[in-house]
């Protein structure tokens, strides 16, 4: 071999190791001199969520108030809560004076008893009375008809001559006796039915009165007992005890009472994530009042208003807060939210205390050999303590979570 091929394939193996040193170089990075490592650990494979953090108001929802008014005029004679007691529903919450209207009733239930008396005491003895005045009616008409017998029997025997004049006038004065009683027995019998019938609807009228007039004293007492018509949470007393409200003027609404249920949570979305926002998302949120109490919900909508603070655009993203959480939250609490907007479960993921950044880019020292290496990756989803990693780890490796890092100084010239 000659001395000029000899040169030839020299150079060519000298090509060829810069070639694969480059390629080192690429793939893994270059060592790092003096960089100390303190602690490590390794890429994983697992399960990550992308999250949107965003700052959050609890809001009250339309008609989450019910105002509860007074419909009696009088002295507050009892109140049974105070701002911030739990109320069922029904229950009893405050009494308005009562005496004038307990009187009234007092006296509605004496007219009512009484007209019922007289109802029941016209249904007992009227269908008495009509069986006399049948009985009566059935004796005169036996009466009659014996002396028509009477009268007809003088009558023939008047023909005949067997009988005198007298006695067959006198069976004409007792056949004409006899129909007028019959007549009266009749008359009288009508007289009692009639009687009967508009007596009767007279009573009945006067019950069916006196029942509407106890009925209405009885709904005016209710004005007066005042109950809760929904479970929930007293958020305002407008009169207290001893004080004299007056219905339809100043107490139209004497208690408010806040249905718990109908809190949401609004969460200022910044225009730049609302497209990965979607309704039925995992949400889960918190409170600086309650630092160990973590909520959660879901999203139930998005309003498709903008709002616009400080020159930066959101979009309001709506949590319904769950009954149970009530007890804590309260209107216009700020909270912060965290969105899950989706789940990778397959992820290569690093710790995110290992990834650093250099001019836009991110990085992470990677131990090979023993040595931190830097290498340079290309990421996914961020979470709270993990990032993916699309590019340039793999499961297993190892990777710097803390390092000491030497400052380069540039010598200064001297001075002459």
């Keep these: 071999m000659g001395q000029p091929m000899k040169k030839l394939i020299f150079a060519t193996l000298i090509v060829i190791s810069v070639f694969f040193a480059f390629l080192g170089y690429m793939k893994f990075g270059k060592k790092e001199e003096g960089i100390k490592v303190l602690k490590t650990e390794k890429v994983i494979r697992g399960k990550i969520e992308d999250v949107i953090e965003a700052t959050a108001i609890v809001k009250t929802q339309v008609n989450a108030y019910v105002k509860v008014g007074a419909r009696a005029t009088g002295k507050i004679q ?41 109802l029941s005491e016209i249904r007992e003895t009227y269908p008495l009375k009509i069986k006399e005045a049948e009985k009566r009616v059935n004796s005169a008409k036996a009466k009659y008809r014996y002396a028509l017998w009477k009268y007809k029997r003088e009558e023939e025997l ?49 019950v069916e009165y006196a029942e509407k007039v106890l009925e209405k004293n009885k709904i005016r007492l209710t004005y007066t007992q005042i109950y809760s018509p929904i479970d929930g949470i007293v958020s305002k007393i407008a009169a207290r005890e001893g004080e004299t409200v007056v219905a339809g003027l100043q107490v139209a609404n004497l208690i408010t009472i806040l249905d718990p249920s109908k809190l949401e949570v609004r969460i200022y979305t910044d225009e730049t994530d609302i497209g990965k926002v979607k309704v039925g998302q995992k949400v889960f949120y918190y409170a600086d009042a309650y630092p160990d109490k973590v909520f959660e919900g879901v999203i139930s909508k998005i309003y498709p208003e903008p709002v616009v603070r400080e020159n930066i655009v959101y979009y ?101």
């Design 78 to 118: 009892k109140m049974n809560v105070d701002i911030g007691d739990h109320v069922k529903k029904g229950e009893l919450i405050a009494i308005i004076d009562q005496r004038e209207i307990l009187k009234d009733i007092e006296k509605s239930e004496a007219d009512l008893k009484k007209a019922k008396a007289n």
């Design 158 to 206: 008047l023909k005949k001559e067997f009988t005198t004049e007298e006695n067959f006038e006198i069976a004409k004065r007792e056949l004409d006796k006899a129909k007028a009683e019959l007549e009266l027995a009749e008359a009288t019998l009508e007289r009692i039915k009639k009687e009967f019938v508009t007596k009767l609807e007279r009573a009945e009228k006067e």
């Design 316 to 416: 309001m993203t709506i949590v319904n807060v769950k009954k149970k959480y009530a007890k804590y939250l309260k209107p216009e609490m700020t909270v912060y939210a965290k969105i899950i907007t989706g789940v990778k479960e397959d992820a290569i993921l690093v710790p995110n205390r290992a990834l650093k950044f250099e001019k836009g880019r991110q990085y992470v020292f990677k131990i090979v050999n023993g040595k931190p290496v830097k290498t340079y990756v290309k990421t996914g989803w961020i979470s709270e303590r993990y990032t993916e990693v699309i590019e340039g780890l793999k499961e297993g490796d190892t990777v710097a979570t803390e390092v000491i890092i030497p400052i380069k100084t540039k010598k200064l010239p001297e001075k002459r």
